[in-house]
């Protein structure tokens, strides 16, 4: 007899607790802004990396897979805007400090493995493959 698996709750997933430190920071870079930066840089880095851990979010609360698969897709697209754009900018303009920089680092790199690994996962359950945890 198979085993039914358990369901891990949003919060529990290092995927989505990943995304919600990466959040943290931005605000705490997005807090210290003067009206001009918010509005010409922090809003736009700020909406980018929130998306992450909402998409993921919403993605994980999906039934199908390829509606999961499909807001996984959004939350890689936001992490690559909000850091490889908005950060990378900011560290560039002074905003980002080379502490916050490294710390932003260490969350990104293993952020966007675990979700391309989400991605494949979700593909394979779908296919018919194991149906992992994510």
């Not at 430190?21 to 509005?39: D, G, H, M, T, V």
């Amino acid at each position: 007899m198979e085993e039914k698996k358990k369901y891990i709750p949003l919060k529990d997933l290092e995927i989505y607790q990943l995304s919600r430190k990466l959040s943290a920071i931005a605000w705490e870079i997005y807090s210290r802004l003067n009206y001009q930066q918010r509005k010409i840089w922090g809003d736009q880095m700020l909406e980018a990396i929130d998306s992450v851990g909402g998409n993921i979010s919403e993605g994980y609360a999906r039934f199908h897979y390829l509606e999961k698969i499909h807001f996984y897709f959004i939350a890689r697209a936001s992490l690559s805007e909000g850091k490889e754009h908005w950060l990378d900018l900011g560290l560039e303009r002074g905003i980002v400090t080379s502490e916050e920089w490294k710390e932003i680092c260490s969350i990104h790199q293993p952020l966007q493995i675990k979700l391309n690994n989400t991605i494949s996962k979700t593909y394979e359950a779908k296919k018919g493959g194991k149906n992992e945890r994510l």
